[in-house]
């Protein structure tokens, strides 16, 4: 069956989505190509350019994508949390390798001194810490959680210690973040 315009776009789209994905995995930021992202996904440069408007805006498509993720899969998790206990947990799984955080902390300094696409981050960040807010603030309440600091303090601190800790386990796979978060976070939700 042939694809229509429209589906053989969207598909053009997610392979370069998977590519991206790939390629920033294995080679970094600031080292990857846009060329070696379409090759890898079977594409020419153009395809990058007419669908993200180069490494950049691909780079953005990919943090949106997993910051939405990230966000549905807390949503879920959140409703399904009965205690305190419980809710510490959620928020402190286990990271996996940090890979994902040596490129996204490459890729955030690398874009932090470009305004246009300091504010993109600074977007999809805020963004994601308002939904997260929102999903803690009703998990607290519905617990009887009281929170240490203001609600968007603590999606800050907890995004920041996150970060902090994946890069930590990047350079020494021995630190156990899972502990360490589930600490602190403890002590910020009492």
Same mark, same amino acid.
């Given at each position: 069956?042939?694809?229509?315009?429209?589906?053989?776009?969207?598909?053009? @789209?997610?392979?370069?989505?998977? %590519?991206?994905?790939?390629?920033?995995?294995?080679?970094?930021?600031?080292?990857?190509?846009?060329?070696?992202?379409?090759?890898?996904?079977?594409?020419?440069?153009?395809?990058?350019?007419? @669908?993200?408007?180069?490494?950049?805006?691909?780079?953005? %498509?990919?943090?949106?994508?997993?910051?939405?993720?990230?966000?549905?899969?807390?949503?879920?998790?959140?409703?399904?949390? @009965?205690?305190?206990?419980?809710?510490?947990?959620?928020?402190?799984?286990?990271?996996?390798?940090?890979?994902?955080?040596?490129?996204?902390?490459?890729?955030?300094?690398?874009?932090?001194?470009?305004?246009?696409?300091?504010?993109?981050?600074?977007?999809?960040?805020?963004?994601?810490?308002?939904?997260?807010?929102?999903?803690?603030?009703?998990?607290?309440?519905?617990?009887?959680?009281?929170?240490?600091?203001?609600?968007?303090?603590?999606?800050?601190?907890?995004?920041?210690?996150?970060?902090?800790?994946?890069?930590?386990?990047?350079?020494?796979?021995?630190?156990?973040?899972?502990?360490?978060?589930?600490?602190?976070?403890?002590?910020?939700?009492?």
């Amino acid at each position: 069956m042939r694809l229509t315009r429209l589906q053989a776009q969207e598909r053009t @789209h997610e392979r370069l989505l998977d %590519a991206g994905r790939e390629i920033f995995l294995r080679r970094g930021f600031l080292a990857a190509t846009v060329e070696e992202v379409a090759a890898e996904a079977g594409y020419t440069r153009g395809a990058v350019y007419k @669908h993200f408007g180069g490494k950049e805006g691909l780079w953005h %498509a990919l943090v949106q994508q997993w910051s939405e993720t990230l966000a549905d899969g807390l949503r879920q998790a959140l409703d399904g949390v @009965h205690t305190r206990a419980e809710l510490i947990a959620t928020l402190t799984p286990d990271p996996g390798p940090g890979r994902w955080a040596l490129v996204s902390a490459e890729a955030t300094a690398a874009l932090a001194g470009r305004p246009e696409h300091a504010a993109r981050v600074a977007d999809v960040q805020a963004r994601f810490d308002g939904e997260m807010a929102t999903l803690l603030t009703a998990c607290c309440e519905r617990l009887g959680v009281r929170p240490a600091m203001p609600i968007p303090v603590l999606v800050a601190a907890w995004g920041a210690l996150g970060g902090g800790l994946a890069l930590r386990r990047a350079v020494d796979g021995s630190t156990d973040v899972t502990a360490i978060a589930a600490a602190a976070l403890g002590t910020f939700l009492r």
